[in-house]
């Protein structure tokens, strides 16, 4: 199956400063890659829609100057949490599918990215 | 909208069959089956598209009900390793591939 990685799996910052994370699609090249947020018990709550090459999508409600997301390759999205604050605390995770962008294909789902802000 | 799950979580014991349902209030194009284990990314388990068909995968199958707007996850003689939550992610048309999750379905198999 499709592998995805995520880098760190676990981050623990100071109030106030940018954790980046970063999620590579290692064995196929993702077209578009997603990031979800889940607090704990709770469902995956979309964030923002990454394509390669172009500006995110981001979902109502979630602010893109404080989630910069970057999807520079076919392989890497990175997501920077800035000026992060206890908030912001919780599990980060990525997804990349495989295909042509239709609800025909799945999505891929990274090991998830633990933050937790003092 | 969020896609409602039911029920919110089962206990079963091992050998035991569970049917976990997703609804939505639109129509839908495509059903996508996840299970998450605790501290873990979601596992991709099958997807159902338009078309009312059924799948399975070893001891797990799933339905899809267009005209209901409805899918259901079907574990049959349940396994230790089942247990965790599932996800039903849908997807309302054929244009994209963003999915919106339901609430989760916590599934605890015991010995």
């Known amino acids: 199956g499709a592998v995805v990685s995520q880098h760190p799996s676990r981050v623990i910052c100071k109030s106030g400063t940018s954790v980046k994370i970063e999620c590579r699609s290692l064995d196929f090249q993702a077209t578009t890659m997603f990031w979800y947020r889940q607090f704990p018990k709770q469902s995956l709550m979309l964030m923002a829609t990454s394509n390669e090459g172009s500006k995110a999508t981001y979902e109502q409600g979630v602010e893109k100057d404080k989630f910069l997301i970057n999807h520079a390759s076919l392989t890497l999205s990175t997501l920077t949490v800035t000026s992060a604050h206890p908030e912001d605390s919780s599990f980060y995770i990525c997804s990349a599918e495989i295909g042509r962008s239709t609800s025909t294909d799945t999505q891929y789902f990274g090991p998830g990215t633990r933050l937790t802000v003092l | 909208q969020q896609p409602v799950q039911s029920p919110q979580a089962v206990i079963l014991r091992e050998g035991e069959d569970a049917v976990i349902n997703c609804s939505s209030s639109?129509?839908?194009?495509?059903v996508h089956w996840y299970r998450q284990k605790h501290g873990e990314a979601p596992v991709f388990l099958m997807i159902?598209?338009?078309?009312?068909e059924q799948k399975g995968h070893e001891k797990i199958s799933a339905s899809f009900n267009e005209k209901k707007q409805q899918s259901s996850l079907y574990l049959t003689a349940s396994q230790l390793s089942y247990s965790g939550t599932y996800f039903c992610g849908t997807a309302n048309n054929n244009a994209g591939n963003m999915l919106t999750f339901g609430g989760g379905t916590r599934l605890m198999v015991k010995p």
């Open positions: 639109k129509a839908l194009y495509s």
């Open positions: 159902l598209l338009k078309g009312g």
